[in-house]
Each structure stands twice: as structure tokens, then as C-alpha cells.
T-cell receptor, first 117, second 112 residues
Framework: DVKVTQSSRYLVKRTGEKVFLECVQDMDHENMFWYRQDPGLGLRLIYFSYDVKMKEKGDIPEGYSVSREKKERFSLILESASTNQTSMYLC????????????????FGPGTRLTVL | LAKTTQPISMDSYEGQEVNITCSHNNIATNDYITWYQQFPSQGPRFIIQGYKTKVTNEVASLFIPADRKSSTLSLPRVSLSDTAVYYCLVVALSGSARQLTFGSGTQLTVLP
């Protein structure tokens, strides 16, 4: 059974602080993703990684960076947190897929609710 | 980039079949469609995925017409525990790159 864990369920930070959100998966998945979820906007992709040390920007990368030093771990970094980054952050992982897209089930963590004051 | 549109909310009664439609008018040839279910305070959970025609698994069916500009998630005989938000996702592939476009979600409320 795939397990994706996130370092915190709830986090409160102050404006300007550097924030690290950690995600770990235990299924040796190649792909990992970071989303933010806001009411009325659904899930929006921030960054994803398809291999160690590789990263690709999603739809809303501004204000965020990521790190993938090990296959099982994908970190989201807010260099200088701002109030508009208050949100639910979701991490997901999936296995490598073919061009035919045979399978790309994403397994999500429980989420981290970040509040920036 | 495919844009997805879903109804904001739907109500149903226990035992009924529920159909939730997602519009994705500019879906490309290699894009495919996935549906997720999310309960409060949990991450989304995979339900079903398809490319064209019809896909069925133990919990749902996915109908995709020939033009692929929409897809319909069908939940047979819903129960109270199916109350959740349902998201449509279009995945566009280009080599190792991908673009993921989630819909804004449909809140399904199942009433007794």
C-alpha cells in the first residue's frame, strides 16, 4: 500500500520566514508533485519532479522552489513566506508512465495546512 | 493546455446513480482523463482513468465520447459515504514533461 507522508498537518509561520514542507513516499515512485489547494480554485500544480535532482515548473511556481536530493523525498520551499501563500499544500507521487499514459495514478499525502501571519 | 470545467455541486439520494460531467474542450490527442475523490482533511484519492470510450472498475465508470471534449464519471447506487468532492484531471504528455489541469471540483452530497 502506497504511503505518502507530509512532515506537518498544520503549520503557522510569519511573513518573511523561510518555510520547508517535506514529503516522503515509500513506493520508489519516480514522479513527485506539489500542489496547493484553495477554495473555489481546486488543485494547482506548483512543481513536479520526474527524477532525482530534476524539477519542472507547474502552473504557479512563483514564490516557491523545490528540492529532490533523494528519490523518496521532495521538499517545497517558500523562500520568504507571504500571506497569499496561506493554503493547503498537497504532495503526491506516481510511477513512471509511458507515452500511451497507461497508468499515472497519483497517490496523495494528507496535506499541510499552512497559515502565514 | 486543456481547461476543465465541472459543476460546483450536486445533490443525490442514496441508491441513485450519479453522473458528473467534466468539460475539456481543447483536449489534445495524447491527453488522458483521470478522476479523483477527496474527503475533508484528506488528500485526493484515485477513482478511475481513461483515454477514450468507456472504462469501468469496481467503483465507477468513465464515459468519454468520440470527440473527447467531455467525460462523465458515473457512480452507481451511491451511499452516504460517497459524499465528497470529485475532481476531473486532464494530463497532457510531452516526453517526460506533463501538464496537469485539475477541475475546480464538484461537491457531491448524498442525502438519506
Amino acid at each position: 500500500d502506497v504511503k505518502v507522508t507530509q512532515s506537518s498537518r498544520y503549520l503557522v509561520k510569519r511573513t518573511g520566514e523561510k518555510v520547508f514542507l517535506e514529503c516522503v513516499q515509500d513506493m520508489d515512485h519516480e514522479n513527485m508533485f506539489w500542489y496547493r489547494q484553495d477554495p473555489g480554485l481546486g488543485l494547482r500544480l506548483i512543481y513536479f519532479s520526474y527524477d532525482v535532482k530534476m524539477k519542472e515548473k507547474g502552473d504557479i511556481p512563483e514564490g516557491y522552489s523545490v528540492s529532490r536530493e533523494k528519490k523518496e523525498r521532495f521538499s517545497l520551499i517558500l523562500e520568504s513566506a507571504s500571506t497569499n501563500q496561506t493554503s493547503m499544500y498537497l504532495c503526491a507521487s506516481s510511477s513512471f508512465i509511458s507515452i500511451a499514459g497507461d497508468t499515472d495514478t497519483q497517490y496523495f499525502g494528507p496535506g499541510t495546512r499552512l497559515t502565514v501571519l | 493546455l486543456a481547461k476543465t470545467t465541472q459543476p460546483i455541486s450536486m445533490d443525490s439520494y442514496e441508491g441513485q446513480e450519479v453522473n458528473i460531467t467534466c468539460s475539456h474542450n481543447n483536449i489534445a490527442t495524447n491527453d488522458y482523463i483521470t478522476w479523483y475523490q477527496q474527503f475533508p482533511s484528506q488528500g485526493p484519492r484515485f477513482i478511475i482513468q481513461g483515454y477514450k470510450t468507456k472504462v469501468t472498475n469496481e467503483v465507477a465508470s468513465l464515459f468519454i465520447p468520440a470527440d473527447r471534449k467531455s467525460s462523465t464519471l458515473s457512480l452507481p447506487r451511491v451511499s452516504l459515504s460517497d459524499t465528497a468532492v470529485y475532481y476531473c484531471l486532464v494530463v497532457a504528455l510531452s516526453g517526460s514533461a506533463r501538464q496537469l489541469t485539475f477541475g475546480s471540483g464538484t461537491q457531491l452530497t448524498v442525502l438519506p
